[in-house]
């Protein structure tokens, strides 16, 4: 996103979700022409259990993890390398 929105904010609980996906974000599978996929459940699920986050907390960590990569995963493909549009 270029610009953040004016109504944007960080919350402090949102640093969890993002230390989570920073040490997640490699652990995926990475295509021959270059495509990412999303991390897996295996590799979100090992990382809350060395947290110890369980019950209802890996419910929410799960979902928010995999929303952050999805935005991740639209984000690259809207740019023209991964289009196919670049060289």
């Given at each position: 996103?270029?610009?953040?929105?004016?109504?944007?904010?960080?919350?402090?609980?949102?640093?969890?979700?993002?230390?989570?996906?920073?040490?997640?974000?490699?652990?995926?599978?990475?295509?021959?022409?270059?495509?990412?996929?999303?991390?897996?459940?295996?590799?979100?699920?090992?990382?809350?259990?060395?947290?110890?986050?369980t019950g209802d907390d890996?419910?929410?960590?799960?979902?928010?993890?995999?929303?952050?990569?999805?935005?991740?995963?639209?984000?690259?493909?809207?740019?023209?390398?991964?289009?196919?549009?670049?060289?």
């Amino acid at each position: 996103m270029p610009e953040v929105p004016d109504d944007a904010e960080v919350e402090p609980w949102h640093g969890l979700y993002f230390r989570a996906w920073e040490a997640l974000r490699f652990d995926r599978f990475y295509g021959a022409l270059g495509g990412e996929t999303p991390i897996s459940y295996g590799a979100i699920s090992r990382y809350a259990d060395d947290h110890g986050i369980t019950g209802d907390d890996f419910a929410d960590f799960v979902h928010f993890v995999q929303a952050l990569d999805a935005e991740w995963l639209q984000h690259l493909a809207s740019k023209p390398k991964h289009r196919g549009a670049g060289a």
